[in-house]
C-alpha cells in the first residue's frame, strides 16, 4: 500500500514537473512570438516611413522640375527682351548720332548765317550812318538788336585800341541826347578816363552804351540826364554810369527789367529789349551792366562797366 502510494506521489510529481515544463515551453513561445510580432509591426513602420518620403521626395523632384522649366522659359524670355531692348539701343544710338550730326550741320549753318547777317547788316550801319539818314540807322539798329537778343553768345573781338572817351564821344553823337531841348545832358570825364586807352571793340561798346542813353531819354520828360565816365584801375576797367531823372524803377525790378521783352510802363514806344540787348553785348565784351540801386531820388542809374 505504502509502495502504491509512493507510486502514485512520484506520477503526480512527474508529471506536474511536465505541466510545469509544458507551460513554461509554451510562455517562452509566446514571448518570442511576441518579439517576432514587434519587430515585423517596427519593420512595416519603417518601410511605410520610406515610402511616405519617397513619394514627398517624388513630389518635391515633381515641383521641383516644374519650377526649372519654368525658370528656363523666364531666362529665355529674359533673354529675348535683352535682344529687343539692345536692337532698340542700337536703333536709339544711331537715331542720336544722326540728330547731334544734322543738329552740328545746323549749328554751324546758323552760325554763319549770323555772322553773314551781322556783317552785312553791320556794313547797312556803317552807310546809312555816312548818310545821315537817322531813320534809317535807327531801322539799322533794330535789326542788329534782334541778331544780339540771344544770350551766351560768342564773344566779341576786342581789336579796337582806343581811348575810353571815345565810346562815350560816339555814343552821344549816334543817340544825338545833346540835342534834345526838352531835357539837360550833362557829360563828366575825370582825369584818368581822359588819358586811359582800352583795347574793345568800338561798335559794340558804343551800341551798348546808346541803348542805356535811349533808355534814359525815353524815360526823361523834363530834367537832366548825366554821363559820367571814370575809369577803376583797381579791376582795370572803363565806367560809364548813366544818370536820369526820369520815372524811376523799383529796386525789385533791378534784375526784371534785364529779362527780354519786359516793358515796366507800358505808354512808352520800344519792345522792352533795349537792356536786354545792351547787357548782352557788355558781356560778350568782358564787361557788364547793372541798375544801381543804391543811388537815392528820382530817375535810374545804370553803370556800363568794360574790360581795358
Known amino acids: 500500500m505504502t509502495i502504491l502510494i509512493v507510486i502514485l506521489v512520484i506520477a503526480m510529481l512527474a508529471l506536474a514537473y511536465a505541466l510545469y515544463t509544458t507551460r513554461k515551453a509554451a510562455n517562452e513561445q509566446t514571448r518570442q512570438q511576441q518579439r517576432l510580432l514587434t519587430d515585423y509591426q517596427r519593420r512595416v513602420d519603417e518601410q511605410q516611413k520610406l515610402l ?7 513630389k518635391n523632384f515633381e515641383n521641383v522640375g516644374q519650377g526649372y522649366e519654368q525658370a528656363l522659359l523666364a531666362f529665355d524670355k529674359m533673354e529675348e527682351d535683352q535682344q529687343k531692348v539692345k536692337s532698340a539701343n542700337e536703333a536709339l544710338q544711331k537715331s542720336n548720332a544722326a540728330l547731334q550730326e544734322a543738329h552740328t550741320r545746323l549749328s554751324e549753318a546758323a552760325r554763319k548765317k549770323a555772322e553773314a547777317t551781322s556783317e552785312v547788316l553791320q556794313k547797312m550801319q556803317d552807310a546809312v550812318r555816312n548818310s545821315g539818314d537817322v531813320r534809317m540807322a535807327s531801322l539799322v539798329g533794330k535789326l542788329l538788336d534782334l541778331d544780339d537778343l540771344a544770350p551766351d553768345q560768342a564773344p566779341f573781338e576786342r581789336t579796337d585800341n582806343i ?21 539837360t545832358f550833362n557829360k563828366t570825364v575825370d582825369a584818368t578816363a581822359n588819358a586811359t586807352m582800352m583795347s574793345t571793340s568800338l561798335q559794340h561798346a558804343v551800341r551798348a552804351l546808346c541803348h542805356l542813353l535811349d533808355n534814359a531819354l525815353k524815360f526823361t520828360t523834363e530834367g537832366t540826364v548825366t554821363l559820367s565816365v571814370t575809369v577803376n584801375m583797381d579791376k582795370m576797367q572803363a565806367v560809364y554810369t548813366v544818370t536820369d531823372t526820369g520815372t524811376g524803377i523799383a529796386s525789385d525790378d533791378a534784375e526784371r527789367i534785364f529779362e527780354p521783352y519786359v516793358k515796366l510802363n507800358q505808354f512808352f514806344d520800344g519792345q522792352g529789349i533795349g537792356l536786354t540787348v545792351a547787357r548782352n ?19 535810374a542809374t545804370f553803370v556800363l562797366s568794360l574790360p581795358l
Open 163 to 183: 581811348m575810353v572817351i571815345q565810346v562815350a564821344d560816339e555814343a552821344v553823337r549816334l543817340s544825338a541826347i545833346d540835342k534834345v531841348d526838352y531835357l
Open 52 to 58: 511616405d518620403d519617397y513619394r514627398a521626395l517624388e
Open 281 to 299: 553785348i557788355a558781356r560778350r565784351l568782358g564787361g557788364d551792366i547793372v541798375f544801381d540801386t543804391t543811388v537815392s531820388g528820382t530817375g
